[in-house]
């Protein structure tokens, strides 16, 4: 049975160094999609992606074992990606003061949605998503093409569990927006 | 490109030098956060309970018994310097923790405030014991480090409202009575009427400390708009 990423990051903190290629191997494809969806050029992506494994690497000895290695590896990815827009949209601040993380939510946890709505929203997704701010893009991508659940894509972003929902929940009725729009011009 | 950027990242590491930052590096940075944390939570205390050691001792703290116009003197003589620097030492505090998921999965204002709630009931509960007192007490014979000795100086401490008196009462009569003020402005006699607010009834007697709502009348005498009685301090009898 293959080794988990948690046990694979273990060997390699304590010493097998060569071994962080497996880890690279595992995630390589998946943060190469996350980072073109999310920064919208694939320029400079593989660049980013390369950075964000040498990142890994540097600080994986602060990565603790007995959690997920994934959304560890996730959250070192967004901080790049964040970086990574701040520096070409220098003249636009990209996350400012944040009105969503101050007060809590009633919105409802972690709900699964049918499968028409889920396809719908990945159909719409695919032909949209560039049109929305990154603030909102970021958890469609995690949700929908990374399938993280919000507990996960809280730990990746540092916000409350049900910012997500409501990030989520405003993000699928621009998509909608969006997509009504189009069929009107069609 | 997958292998490249696997090939490329492990040439970094193997060849070029890529370190792994050893484990003590997180450990010192996780305990320095902490021991951060930890200074930041006892400044707060000792802030605030500073801040309702002054509105105690001042008076200021006792007023809201004499309902609107009690907790507007509350209000206009609250702390401001230190209320600055509670809201500084609760802001760092707050970044210092964020990075740690009890702290980001709460909306900012609940972890904020539940900081805040916490230190305050804490604090409270500092100011009710006698250490603000002894610290103010060897800070008037110059016994503490003059960071520490100038917080109770006059810098900090709030100014009393002019309508509001302080002090004991000497000579008691049916429609009033004098006291000396306990700041040493000599005496002053307090005229009672039927619209004073006595909202403990008229429990004083001569060697009472007294605060007292109202507006002169004359030179010396001052028309109470609302008596209660404070808790008396050794230094002040």
Redesign the interface.
């Known amino acids: 049975m293959a080794e988990t990423d948690e046990q694979v990051a273990l060997a390699?903190?304590g010493g097998a160094?060569?071994r962080?290629?497996e880890l690279?191997?595992r995630y390589?494809?998946k943060l190469?999609r996350y980072a073109r969806k999310f920064l919208l050029d694939p320029e400079d992506a593989?660049d980013i992606?390369?950075d964000i494994?040498?990142k890994a690497?540097?600080?994986?000895?602060?990565f603790d074992a007995t959690r997920r290695f994934s959304p560890w590896i996730y959250r070192i990815a967004h901080n790049e990606f964040v970086n990574a827009l701040k520096k070409r949209e220098s003249r636009r601040t990209v996350f400012t003061i944040d009105f969503d993380?101050?007060?809590?939510?009633l919105q409802a946890a972690d709900t699964a949605d049918s499968a028409a709505l889920e396809r719908d929203t990945r159909e719409t997704l695919e032909k949209h998503l560039d049109k929305l701010d990154p603030k909102y893009r970021e958890p469609l991508i995690l949700y929908y093409l990374e399938s993280m659940d919000y507990r996960e894509i809280?730990?990746i972003l540092?916000?409350?569990?049900?910012?997500v929902g409501v990030r989520l929940a405003r993000a699928r009725a621009m998509l909608q927006k969006q997509a009504k729009g189009q069929t009107m011009y069609e | 490109m997958s292998d490249d950027i696997r090939d490329k990242v492990m040439l970094m590491i193997e060849k070029r030098g890529v370190m792994m930052r050893p484990r003590w590096h997180f450990i010192l940075l996780s305990a320095l956060a902490a021991a951060g944390a930890l200074i930041l939570i006892v400044a707060l205390l000792y802030v605030i309970s500073l801040a309702f050691f002054f509105l105690r001792e001042g008076g200021m703290l006792y007023t809201p018994a004499f309902g609107g116009r009690g907790w507007f003197e509350l209000l206009r003589s609250a702390p401001l310097l230190l209320i600055v620097l509670v809201a500084i030492f609760a802001l760092i505090l707050e970044i210092l923790v964020r990075r740690y998921s009890f702290a980001y999965r709460a909306p900012l204002t609940m972890s904020l405030g539940g900081i805040l709630l916490l230190v305050f009931v804490g604090g409270f509960v500092l100011a009710q014991t006698s250490f603000h007192r002894s610290m103010e007490f060897a800070a008037h014979r110059g016994h503490l480090p003059p960071p520490v000795g100038f917080l109770y100086g006059q810098t900090f401490r709030p100014p009393r409202p002019d309508d509001m008196h302080r002090g004991v009462i000497i000579t008691q009569s049916t429609g009033g009575f004098v006291m000396v003020d306990a700041d040493g402005d000599g005496t002053s006699t307090v005229e009672l009427t039927p619209q004073t607010r006595l909202p403990y009834g008229e429990d004083f007697a001569p060697g009472d400390m007294v605060i007292v709502i109202g507006d002169p009348v004359g030179t010396d005498t001052i028309r109470a708009f609302g008596v209660r009685t404070m808790e008396n301090r050794p230094d002040t009898q």
Do not use: C, K, R
Request: net charge negative.
């Open positions: 390699v903190q160094t060569n962080f290629g690279v191997e390589e494809a190469m593989q992606v390369q494994f040498i690497y540097e600080n994986l000895q602060s993380t101050l007060f809590p939510h809280a730990d540092h916000i409350p569990v049900s910012t």
